[in-house]
């Protein structure tokens, strides 16, 4: 029986990495249509508006670092650690002054509020445990 550490990955690691990469690239789209395209919906368009500077540049860090992460863990490459991190601490300040600054529970109720803030941070902290997990297991170097 070949071991689980060190070598070549199972097939499962495979699957899971281009799990993360398609979310991941979900992410960017949805990056694409806020920055270029800009939201439909009038409170959204006002959100936006009300956004600092800096708050696009951590979007962008969230979403290219979570990208990066995903393709370097495909390639095996220990980096996706450090960019996973990136994503996930970039996530949580980008969800945290959206949701801790502005009337957005109020607007839309918590459960629509925080879902899918809490899902994306949720499957940041798996993808870094996930990178981490495979260093471990000589997956990645």
Do not use: C
């Amino acid at each position: 029986m070949a071991s689980v550490f060190g070598g070549k990955p199972p097939v499962w690691f495979w699957i899971v990495s281009g799990a993360f990469l398609l979310w991941q690239l979900m992410g960017g789209y949805a990056f694409y249509v806020y920055a270029v395209v800009g939201p439909d919906d009038p409170y959204q368009r006002h959100l936006g508006e009300l956004m600092p500077f800096w708050y696009n540049w951590v979007f962008g860090v969230a979403v290219f670092a979570g990208i990066a992460a995903a393709v370097l863990l495909l390639m095996r490459n220990k980096l996706a650690k450090p960019l996973a991190l990136a994503s996930l601490i970039a996530v949580i300040l980008q969800y945290g002054y959206v949701i801790g600054t502005t009337d957005l529970i109020a607007h839309q109720g918590l459960v629509m509020a925080t879902g899918l803030p809490i899902t994306i941070a949720v499957l940041g902290a798996v993808m870094l445990w996930f990178a981490n997990s495979s260093i471990k297991r000589g997956w990645l170097s």
